[in-house]
C-alpha cells in the first residue's frame, strides 16, 4: 500500500507540472521550475533548407583563392578563381541540376558572407585587406562575386590587381612588398623575345611592335639576380573580353635572365585564332599559395564571351600549366605546341 500510494503522489507531481501549458513557472518544493510549451509538430522543419537546398552543391571545403581588380577609387572586385586542394587547384562551378539563387545563397554564406575580410597580396607578399560591402554579379560559372573597399601599404597603392584568401585562411608568407621595376633592359628585350615566337610559329607580324604589346609586368617569381617579365602581345584583338578578327593571334610568354643570352622564354602560349578561336591571355600575380616548392603564376585569359584562369608551376623542372578552369560557354582554345620555347632545367 505504501509503495501504491508513493507512485500515485510521483504521478500527481508530474502531471502538476506538464499540465498548465499556459504558465510560465511553476513552485515545487521551493524551487521555481520553468514550463516550455514545445514546438507544434512540422515547426522545426519550416526554418530548415529545403529538400536537396545543401546536397549536391560542390560547395569549397579549402581555402579559396580569389582574384581581386581594384579601381582608382579604392572599390574592388572580389572574383573566386579556385579552390585549393592540396598541391592542386579545383574548379569553382554551379552544378547542374542546382538553381543559380540557391548555388548563389549558399556559397556567399559559406565563402564570402557580407562584411568578411580578406587579406590582399601582391607579388607574393601581403599588403592590405578588403572588406565585402556589396555582393557582385556571378560569373558565367554561375560563381557569385561580391563588392568591396581595399586598402593596401604604400607601397602597392598603385597596383591595380591582387590575390586574396579569406582572413584566417591565407598561407603563410615572409617578407615585405618591393614592387619590381620595369627596366631599360626588361623594355629592350620585350619585343625580341616576341618576335622570335612569333617567326617560330609561322604567325604575321605586327605593323608595330610597341602597338602590339598590351601588357608588360616585370615579376620577382625567382628570387635574386634579374626580376622575370611577362608580357601580351596581340593582333586583331583586345585584352578583355570581346570579338577578334579571325586572323587574329596572341602571344604570351614568362621570360628569365641569363647573363649570356639575355631574357629567354621559360613559358609560353601562342594562338592562331584561325585554328584555336580568341584567347587573350594576361599575368595576373604570382605566390606559392599552397605552401610547397616555388610560387605558382596565375594567368586570366579572356575569350568572346567569357574569361578563365589558368596556373603555371614548375614541375619536373619545367615551368608548365598545371591547372586550368572549366568553361562554362565557349570551347576552350589550346595554344599551338612550342615546345622549344619551354626552358627546360631548374632555374
Known amino acids: 500500500m505504501r509503495v501504491q500510494a508513493a507512485r500515485t ?19 515545487w518544493g521551493g524551487a521555481s521550475v520553468q514550463v516550455v510549451t514545445p514546438p507544434p509538430p512540422g515547426a522545426a522543419e519550416g526554418t ?36 585549393i586542394s592540396g598541391d592542386s587547384l579545383r574548379t569553382l562551378r554551379k552544378p547542374a541540376g542546382v538553381s543559380p539563387q540557391a548555388y548563389e545563397q549558399r556559397f556567399r554564406e559559406a565563402v564570402m558572407p557580407p562584411n568578411a575580410q580578406f587579406v590582399l597580396f601582391r607579388r607574393g607578399a601581403q599588403v ?3 572588406t565585402i560591402q556589396n555582393p557582385g554579379r556571378a560569373t558565367a560559372c554561375g560563381v557569385p562575386t561580391a563588392v568591396g573597399q581595399a586598402t593596401t601599404v604604400a607601397a602597392a597603392a598603385a597596383e591595380g590587381e591582387f590575390l586574396a584568401f579569406r582572413k584566417g585562411l591565407a598561407p603563410d608568407v615572409m617578407g ?14 620585350a619585343s625580341l623575345v616576341a618576335e622570335r615566337l612569333v617567326l617560330q610559329n609561322g604567325l604575321a607580324r605586327p605593323r608595330s611592335w610597341g602597338g602590339a604589346m598590351r601588357d608588360l609586368q616585370a615579376l620577382d617569381v625567382i628570387r635574386g639576380g634579374h626580376p622575370e617579365m611577362a608580357s601580351t602581345y596581340l593582333v586583331g584583338d583586345q585584352l578583355g573580353l570581346g570579338a577578334a578578327e579571325p586572323d587574329g593571334w596572341s602571344v604570351f610568354y614568362v621570360a628569365d635572365y641569363e647573363q649570356r643570352a639575355g631574357y629567354t622564354p621559360i613559358y609560353t602560349e601562342v594562338r592562331a585564332y584561325n585554328k584555336t578561336g580568341k584567347g587573350a591571355p594576361k599575368m595576373v600575380d604570382h605566390m606559392n599559395w599552397n605552401g610547397a616548392g616555388q610560387a605558382e603564376m596565375l594567368v586570366q585569359i579572356f575569350g568572346v564571351r567569357e574569361s578563365w584562369y589558368e596556373a603555371i608551376s614548375h614541375d619536373s623542372g619545367t615551368w608548365r600549366k598545371v591547372w586550368e578552369a572549366g568553361r562554362c560557354i565557349e570551347r576552350a582554345p589550346e595554344p599551338r605546341s612550342i615546345g622549344a620555347a619551354q626552358r627546360v632545367g631548374t632555374p
Open 48 to 83: 530548415g533548407p529545403e529538400p536537396g537546398a545543401i546536397a549536391g552543391m560542390a560547395l569549397p571545403t579549402g581555402p579559396v583563392l580569389f582574384h581581386v581588380t581594384r579601381a582608382q577609387n579604392g572599390v574592388a572586385q572580389l572574383t573566386p578563381v579556385a579552390e
Open 9 to 27: 503522489a510521483r504521478v500527481a507531481a508530474l502531471l502538476i507540472l506538464t499540465a498548465p501549458a499556459a504558465c510560465d513557472n511553476v513552485e
Open 176 to 189: 615585405e612588398y618591393t614592387p619590381p621595376q620595369v627596366d631599360g633592359t626588361i623594355r629592350r628585350y
Open 128 to 130: 592590405g585587406t578588403l
